[in-house]
């Protein structure tokens, strides 16, 4: 049975930026959350690690985000030219089986 869990969104936009040599990733709905990393993969991976143990931790219960592009679909958007501001990325919430 799945289990719907009050409070969390389904699904959220992490927002990418760099500052000086470091990836930093925020999430308007997540405030306080806060990852970054000099290498990039490790601030992607930690993003959407940090996130489910950031829900998981405010509700008690076991909730896990899934990018829903991988990290080299990633590293390519943010590679291409004339794709502005906005390199945020969806993750979607799994529910539990």
Do not use: W
Not at 25 to 36: N, V
Not at 77 to 85: I, Q, V, Y
Request: charged share 25%.
């Amino acid at each position: 049975m799945n289990e719907i869990i009050d409070n969390v969104p389904e699904k959220v936009l992490l927002v990418h930026r760099q500052v000086g040599l470091t990836h930093v990733f925020t999430c308007e709905g997540a405030p306080g959350l806060h990852i970054g990393s000099g290498e990039l993969q490790t601030a992607f991976e930690g993003a959407v690690e940090g996130l489910s143990r950031h829900f998981s931790e405010l509700t008690g219960k076991h909730v896990v985000y899934e990018a829903e592009k991988d990290f080299e679909e990633f590293a390519r958007f943010l590679e291409s030219p004339g794709e502005g501001l906005d390199s945020g990325f969806v993750i979607a919430r799994q529910l539990a089986a």
